[in-house]
Every structure is written in structure tokens, then in C-alpha cells.
């Protein structure tokens, strides 16, 4: 069973083998999705802009890089190009922070005291987690009585189950951290 509690350095993160085996896959899983970084070799890519900016077409991809301005998409566009690629980059390093305390994961779990800036790179990762499950399940306000109602052999019964223990998880370390 997973546990968070402040230390002087900041934050100490305990999850058992499952937990930590869950952690793991879904933050690969949200590396995927991001995708690589782009070719080095693109000069504008190099600055950070990105040469067609849209809406993406995935809606968890789409949750994850809402649009700026709702109303007005040539506005949406421009601001997209140039904040897209360092917010997927920001995504993919909170990640790599989370896939990088859980390299020590042992039969026992994986133990790991992390500095406040490790944690909100944690919470942000989780977020994205949270925010990608939550946009696939369709999740709502009612979504504990929607969970509370499904057969235990309904295939999204474990995806309700991550999505609810993820946000334990999440907020045991924002109580930790503040």
C-alpha cells in the first residue's frame, strides 16, 4: 500500500510492486502518447515553434493542449505554435522525473524521497495521467455512481480503479508537500 509523508528534504514516496508497476506503465504509456521530441535538425523546431499548429485530433491529446483562445482559432493557432512543443517537453520530463524514481523498484516495491521540485514534477506527471484516463473514461461529477453501477467484469472497472487510487495518490503528496 502506497504511503507519502513529508521528510526534511521533501517529499518520501512508498508504493508496493504493483503500484509501482502501475506508475510505470502509465506514465510510458503517456510518453507515448506525447510523442518523441522533434528533429534536432528543424531551425524553428530548435526555437520551440512548431510550423503547423491545430487542435489535435485525439481528445486526450486535446484535454492535455486545450486551445487558448475557444472563439477565436487563428489566435488559438498562433499561440499553439509557440507554446505546444516546451508544454509537451515540460509533460515528458515530469515524466522521465517519475519513471526515474521508480528505476529502484525492487519484489518490495520502490521507495523514493524526492525534493520539492521532484514532487510538483510528480504531481504535474500524475495530473497528466489523471487528466488522459479521466477524457477516455469520460469521467463526470457522477462518475463514483457511474463506477459504483458498472459489473465488476466491465473492462473500465480497472481504469475507474487507477483513475481513483491516482488521485489518492495525488493528493497525499499536495498534503505533503504543503
Same mark, same amino acid.
Given at each position: ?12 514516496? &512508498? ?29 524553428? #523546431? ?8 491545430? %487542435? ?6 486535446? $484535454? ?27 509533460? &515528458? ?25 521532484? #514532487? ?15 477524457? &477516455? ?11 459504483? $453501477? ?10 475507474? #480503479?487507477?483513475?481513483?487510487?491516482? %488521485? ?11
Amino acid at each position: 500500500m502506497s504511503t507519502v509523508e513529508k521528510v526534511d528534504k521533501g517529499v518520501r514516496v &512508498r508504493l508496493g510492486p504493483e503500484e509501482a508497476a502501475l506508475v510505470r506503465a502509465l506514465m510510458e504509456q503517456l510518453q507515448e502518447l506525447l510523442g518523441a521530441p522533434p528533429d534536432g535538425g528543424d531551425e524553428l #523546431a530548435s526555437l520551440g515553434i512548431t510550423v503547423e499548429a491545430r %487542435t489535435p485530433d485525439d481528445p486526450v491529446l486535446a $484535454r492535455l493542449f486545450p486551445d487558448a483562445y475557444r472563439d477565436d482559432g487563428e489566435a488559438s493557432g498562433e499561440f499553439r505554435r509557440y507554446t505546444e512543443m516546451g508544454l509537451r517537453e515540460g509533460k &515528458r520530463e515530469a515524466a522521465d522525473i517519475v519513471l526515474g524514481a521508480l528505476e529502484g523498484a525492487t519484489a518490495d516495491g520502490v521507495e523514493a524521497v524526492l525534493d520539492v521540485p521532484q #514532487a510538483q514534477a510528480w504531481l504535474r506527471a500524475l495530473n497528466d495521467v489523471r487528466l488522459a484516463l479521466g477524457t &477516455r473514461l469520460d469521467i463526470s461529477e457522477e462518475w463514483y455512481d457511474e463506477a459504483a $453501477r458498472l459489473d465488476p467484469r466491465d473492462p473500465r472497472m480497472a481504469m475507474f #480503479a487507477a483513475y481513483d487510487w491516482l %488521485t489518492m495518490l495525488q493528493e497525499s503528496m499536495v498534503r505533503a508537500i504543503w
